[in-house]
T-cell receptor
Framework: KQEVTQIPAALSVPEGENLVLNCSFTDSAIYNLQWFRQDPGKGLTSLLLIQSSQREQTSGRLNASLDKSSGRSTLYIAASQPGDSATYLCAGGTGFQKLVFGTGTRLLVSP | NAGVTQTPKFQVLKTGQSMTLQCAQDMNHNSMYWYRQDPGMGLRLIYYSASEGTTDKGEVPNGYNVSRLNKREFSLRLESAAPSQTSVYFC??????????????FGPGTRLTVL
């Protein structure tokens, strides 16, 4: 059974810092790996999706990598801004879009 | 283009009451999903519908029923609510669930409290 873990649970950084969020999964037979953003009281917004055949994806200041052999994915945020403050969730696809979610990293970027 | 909409936004029930959570999407997606989100547990899949006319159980289906009314709408019913069903419920949709390139689009959620 796929299990997804995110460390740290919370992170506080000053504006402008580059940061890395970590996600680990137990089953390397992963369909895809997705990163979502969740603002307080809101739904999830998809940030990046890495298919199992890919190693990384980039969107603006965000870069996500996938290493199936080590069971890890990282989300790199460059030059963080206060507007990046949110909870970031990673989810492993186990087939037919069955997503197994981690519990998230709550990020606070201070001005 | 509203995306995925959910009603109601908030609901308080007493133990044993029933209710239906409504979800609709306007993206012509084939697949739809219901999740619940609990503190410290992450989102867990309750039921999903691969296409109109089909539904399947997810990780935590007990106590719930679903109906894929048409391609746009997917409802979640609690027949006899229990305090353990206090949670935030999210509906999601995706274009073709079988593709690894396909992402899911989420609604804003329904916050349900069962007393």
């Amino acid at each position: 059974k796929q299990e997804v873990t995110q460390i740290p649970a919370a992170l506080s950084v000053p504006e402008g810092e580059n940061l890395v969020l970590n996600c680990s999964f137990t089953d390397s037979a992963i369909y895809n790996l997705q990163w979502f953003r969740q603002d307080p009281g809101k739904g999830l917004t998809s940030l990046l999706l890495i298919q199992s055949s890919q190693r990384e994806q980039t969107s603006g200041r965000l870069n996500a990598s996938l290493d199936k052999s080590s069971g890890r994915s990282t989300l790199y945020i460059a030059a963080s801004q206060p507007g990046d403050s949110a909870t970031y969730l990673c989810a492993g696809g186990t087939g037919f879009q069955k997503l197994v979610f981690g519990t998230g990293t709550r990020l606070l970027v201070s001005p | 283009n509203a995306g995925v909409t959910q009603t109601p936004k908030f609901q308080v029930l007493k133990t044993g009451q029933s209710m239906t959570l409504q979800c609709a999407q306007d993206m012509n997606h084939n697949s739809m999903y219901w999740y619940r989100q609990d503190p410290g547990m992450g989102l867990r899949l309750i039921y999903y519908s691969a296409s109109e006319g089909t539904t399947d159980k997810g990780e935590v289906p007990n106590g719930y029923n679903v109906s894929r009314l048409n391609k746009r709408e997917f409802s979640l019913r609690l027949e006899s609510a229990a305090p353990s069903q206090t949670s935030v419920y999210f509906c999601a949709s995706s274009d073709r669930g079988e593709s690894p390139a396909d992402t899911q689009y989420f609604g804003p959620g329904t916050r349900l409290t069962v007393l």
